[in-house]
């Protein structure tokens, strides 16, 4: 058995298991994990303006003073996501990036698509819930932090998320493919690509040219059956991308929009079984590196026993990299662990 075994799996967690796995190991499997990371100006950026935007909105469709805008209150929301060595510059910029996300026009044409909703609009910070599958025995924990959910007047549900990409960084961000529509920093709509196939489904307009990114869809797929939506039934999922470069500059926003079907879901959902399967799984250690093992001629269990007892040390340099990426908290000693990994 691992020495830890997970109370849940989220899509980050699953995406690492996937991407880098020995850093998923050491970080969730053992132990003798590294500490935490304090959160990077880029982070608190973007959880100040996950704040900013919730708030914004939900005052917007509720009234400010409600009862259910008062789970969104700004201070409350911000002190809970950004670290406090992080909050009066968090409190700056995310104010910031939020006037850029009104300035070019695309929070209009969100607030637009959410005035289709059915029902009213559910905005969460963190869900948590046991999902089955078909022809899965057991329930599998899941955990994610989804930014809004809707049932549109079609009977469908739409799920979407914000991103803030290349803040603070020297040159521009570039979006990702398959997006639906741009505003640029003028807040002029750019030129559709040849990979856009605009589709409507009664109202929903969506790219039918293109699949949203992998680890994405995994991530926003999941927030969608956390927040009820039934698996395999095709639902709509957006991602709000917003681009910069620098610190209080002109920022542009990718809007990607896109169906999932059931042949997507399946595919996630066969990800989801396979690392819970792996990690409830009492010869976990044994088999997580079989193939590696096999390969290098070593015992069943090696690499396992090697991550438990060097951590870091055992890592390669892309692994490495990951692991600095994903901290978040502060600590002297985790400044130190980071810099023997660099």
């Not at 009066?88 to 637009?112: F, Q």
């Not at 690509?193 to 869809?217: C, H, P, V």
């Not at 990951?322 to 985790?334: F, M, R």
Request: proline share 5%; net charge negative; hydrophobic share 35%.
């Amino acid at each position: 058995m691992f020495e830890r075994v997970p109370t849940y799996l989220s899509p980050t967690s699953i995406d690492q298991y996937f991407k880098a796995r020995r850093t998923f190991v050491l970080n969730r499997l053992c132990t003798n994990r590294p500490p935490k990371f304090p959160q990077t100006a880029p982070m608190a950026a973007g959880s100040a303006f996950d704040a900013y935007v919730k708030n914004y909105i939900v005052e917007s469709l509720y009234g400010k003073g409600s009862s259910y805008a008062d789970k969104f209150d700004l201070e409350k929301v911000l002190r809970s996501q950004v670290e406090p060595q992080n909050l009066d510059w968090g409190r700056e910029h995310g104010m910031w990036i939020l006037s850029e996300y009104k300035r070019v026009g695309a929070l209009a044409n969100l607030m637009k698509e959410l005035a289709e909703a059915e029902d009213d609009p559910r905005f969460e910070l963190t869900v948590q819930g046991d999902i089955t599958f078909h022809g899965q025995l057991g329930a599998i924990p899941l955990l994610g932090k989804p930014d809004c959910c809707f049932k549109h007047r079609s009977g469908k549900h739409v799920v979407f998320d914000w991103k803030v990409n290349g803040y603070c960084a020297k040159k521009m961000a570039s979006a990702k493919g398959g997006w639906l529509r741009t505003m640029d920093t003028l807040g002029k709509q750019i030129a559709p690509k040849k990979n856009i196939i605009m589709q409507t489904y009664e109202g929903i307009l969506y790219n039918a040219g293109a699949r949203l990114s992998k680890d994405w869809e995994l991530q926003v797929v999941i927030y969608g059956w956390l927040l009820g939506v039934p698996f395999g039934e095709p639902f709509f999922i957006g991602i709000e991308q917003l681009l910069g470069q620098g610190t209080m500059q002109p920022l542009k926003c990718a809007s990607h929009r896109h169906i999932v079907l059931n042949d997507s879901q399946k595919e996630i959902a066969d990800k989801v079984m396979e690392v819970w399967a792996m990690v409830t799984n009492p010869e976990g250690p044994n088999i997580i590196f079989a193939d590696e093992e096999a390969r290098l001629g070593l015992e069943p269990g090696t690499i396992y026993k090697k991550i438990s007892l060097e951590g870091d040390a055992y890592l390669n340099e892309d692994e490495a990299k990951e692991a600095l990426e994903e901290g978040t908290s502060q600590g002297s000693d985790a400044e130190e662990w980071f810099k023997r990994i660099r």
